[in-house]
């Protein structure tokens, strides 16, 4: 069955770094897209980067432009956000997410904490 897992999150101050990892089984991930969302307490969960399954076409929210990498290793069926000049507004559970055969299939999320 798919299993997808995140990892990487935590606590980290204004203006520091993280790479959130997921890590992928069950599935054919090298053919397919993979996403990152987000969702802060209060809020709808919101997308923050995809990318095609070669990686060759990425997509970002406004808001992490420039801050925000998404990017995939398919020999390691793993998928990363690396997360730098982080701020506050960014605290959230951050989630992996993939759609096959017109269904959605989510990770566990991991907890993002930006804060001084």
């Known amino acids: 069955q798919v299993q997808l897992v995140e990892s990487g999150g935590g606590l980290v101050q204004p203006g520091g770094s993280l790479r959130l990892s997921c890590a992928a089984s069950?599935?054919?991930?090298?053919?397919?897209?993979m996403s990152w969302y987000r969702q802060a307490p209060g809020e709808e969960r919101k997308l923050v980067a995809s990318?095609?399954?070669?990686?060759?076409?990425?997509n970002y929210a406004d808001s992490v432009k420039g801050r925000f990498t998404i990017s995939r290793d398919n020999a390691k069926k793993t998928v990363y956000l690396q997360m730098n000049s982080l701020k506050p507004e960014d605290t959230a559970v951050y989630y992996c997410?993939?759609?096959?055969?017109?269904?959605?299939?989510w990770g566990q999320g991991t907890q993002v904490t930006v804060s001084s």
């Open positions: 997410k993939l759609r096959l055969k017109g269904a959605d299939y």
């Open positions: 069950g599935f054919a991930f090298s053919v397919s897209p």
């Open positions: 990318m095609l399954s070669s990686g060759s076409i990425t």
